[in-house]
């Protein structure tokens, strides 16, 4: 389930794509936002017009937006490779669309131009955290404290990519600084909670969670979080009234959707699951693990066809070495083992996995295990 992951990660990683939603004209010229040191050389006049052709892509939106803006920007940075303003937006594009590690080398190639940029270091700190390169991601939070000591931010998510990562007794001390140096605040509870729901420490993960709410009574996140405290406290229809809560207080954030589409798959219920994963993927097509969790509603109402055809389409356009790209490539080797049982194509599609997914993917090693089984 997503513990408001997504929604706290782009929220976090929004400041990356300040470019794409500011003026154009005030980034083309290096103007009040720029606070590097020293001076900044001036941009290349074409791509400047690259780069602002890519900003226009993408406050038009639209299906194709994404891709327009990408090449508008490689052909910006082709054109100045000092424009920094153009990789920090690049890089924004590129982990919207879940290339993690394109994005943290565009990233950084901004920061080398610009280091005093903390929006990029913070998208950096993202896309590291995102690929799984913990100790770079903790780097960078680290970095943006050692700037600004008060910001609860990122605090927040230095402590939540170390409750991600296990260590919950150092996510706990950070938070503990937090409260120390600032006192309460929404994302400092909301972590909280998030540390203590890890513990199984659910009475207190929902006293903090409810001074979360208190501070800011239209925080989707929030309740997401306490309707995952409801599950673990088996209240399931207080949490499917906090899930609906978060979604009614913000339509556009789709992970309690997608939470509540996860416990009817987990409960067999496919057809309700394919409804609500349905209304995630129409609202956010590029959630590729909504549309990996969509095939396997499919799958489990026994249209494999369609299933397959999702998780082929994520094969083609997810980046090269993803989780996700993984998790599609895994479910398509699941398809053929145990609902088609055809050895020789089971046998091919474990080995394309293992081959093609990263090696940190949650389900490698049960691949390796099913795959010596097959034998051949």
């Known amino acids: 389930m997503r513990a408001g992951s997504r929604g706290l990660l782009l929220a976090a990683c929004a400041a990356a794509m300040a470019g794409c939603g500011g003026g154009a004209a005030t980034h083309a010229r290096r103007g009040p936002v720029v606070v590097a040191k020293p001076a900044l050389p001036a941009a290349h006049p074409e791509a400047v017009r690259d780069f602002e052709s890519a900003v226009r ?33 690049l890089g924004a594009v590129l982990f919207a669309r879940g290339d993690d590690e394109g994005a943290a080398a565009a990233f950084d190639r901004a920061l080398a131009i610009n280091p005093a940029h903390a929006p990029a270091l913070m998208a950096r700190a993202e896309a590291y955290r995102r690929a799984g390169d913990i100790a770079r991601a903790r780097a960078d939070y680290q970095e943006l404290l050692r700037r600004k000591p008060d910001s609860a931010d990122a605090r927040a998510r230095l402590a939540s990519l170390l409750r991600q990562a296990g260590d919950q007794d150092q996510a706990l001390d950070v938070l503990r ?34 001074k979360a709410a208190a501070l800011d009574p239209k925080g989707p996140a929030i309740y997401n979080a306490l309707a995952l405290v409801s599950m673990e406290r088996h209240r399931y229809q207080e949490a499917f009234e906090r899930f609906d809560r978060a979604t009614a207080l913000d339509p556009g954030f789709l992970d309690a959707r997608y939470n509540v589409a996860s416990v009817l798959i987990d409960a067999g219920d496919y057809a309700r699951a394919k409804s609500e994963l349905e209304a995630v993927v129409a609202r956010r ?37 993803s989780t996700v790209r993984g998790d599609a490539l895994f479910n398509l080797a699941t398809l053929e083992m145990d609902f088609v049982m055809d050895e020789k194509s089971s046998a091919r599609a474990l080995d394309r996995f293992l081959q093609e997914s990263p090696e940190n993917h949650p389900r490698r090693k049960e691949a390796e295990e099913r795959r010596k089984e097959l034998g051949q």
């Open 177 to 210: 600084e937090a409260l120390r140096r600032t006192g309460g605040s929404s994302p400092i509870y909301l972590e909280l909670g998030l540390v203590y729901l890890a513990q199984g420490r659910h009475e207190l993960a929902e006293l903090v969670l409810s």
């Open 57 to 89: 892509a993408l406050r038009a939106g639209g299906p194709e937006a994404q891709k327009r803006a990408e090449a508008d920007l490689r052909r910006a940075v082709g054109r100045d490779p000092r424009l920094w303003e153009a990789w920090h937006d």
């Open 285 to 321: 097509p590029d959630d590729l693990g909504a549309v990996v969790a969509l095939g396997i509603a499919y799958r489990g109402l026994g249209d494999h066809k369609k299933a397959r055809a999702l998780w082929e389409g994520v094969v083609k356009d997810a980046p090269k070495r």
